[in-house]
């Protein structure tokens, strides 16, 4: 298994822009949305934010033997009570899910900003859960914190 996880070029735009018509259709059965009238769901509307803010947003494409197969938003979130990264976004194609390439990629990027995480899950998405909470499990020897909060499944550690 080869498995790369790339940091974006504003060249790989157009592909997030495609992915993520996926990305909503797998994440519809948790939230409410629609297509609209020409048959596509919305644009994601913070896509252009991770090439316009560099210090703050970090896009990842992934790539399986040299084939798409999702994409990872990163931010970095700073407030006067404290500062962490966390994931926006993660998709990986139903194709490539199961052989180990989500978990490979998450430990590539948690590697990749070194400091304190906060990991989001909506309450309903329990396969998101079980996910997170295996990968932070296995990524910190067990030393992490799993809350409930706000209708949300919040998994802290430090990278």
């Not at 992915?19 to 297509?35: A, G, H, R, T």
Request: aromatic share 18%; net charge negative.
């Amino acid at each position: 298994m080869h498995v790369e996880c790339i940091r974006a070029s504003i060249e790989h735009k157009d592909v997030f822009k495609n992915l993520m018509q996926l990305y909503i259709y797998d994440f519809s059965e948790f939230i409410k949305c629609d297509v609209e009238e020409d048959g596509l769901f919305g644009a994601y509307p913070y896509l252009d934010s991770y090439w316009e803010d560099e210090s703050h947003r970090f896009p990842y494409i992934i790539k399986q033997e040299g084939k798409y197969a999702g994409f990872i938003l990163v931010r970095f979130v700073e407030s006067e009570e404290r500062n962490f990264f966390t994931i926006a976004e993660f998709f990986v194609m139903k194709k490539y899910r199961k052989a180990g390439i989500g978990r490979a990629v998450a430990k590539q990027v948690f590697n990749s900003h070194k400091g304190s995480w906060e990991v989001f899950q909506m309450e309903s998405n329990r396969p998101a859960q079980l996910f997170w909470n295996k990968v932070i499990d296995e990524y910190t020897n067990g030393q992490f914190s799993n809350r409930l909060g706000d209708g949300k499944r919040i998994q802290t550690f430090i990278s």
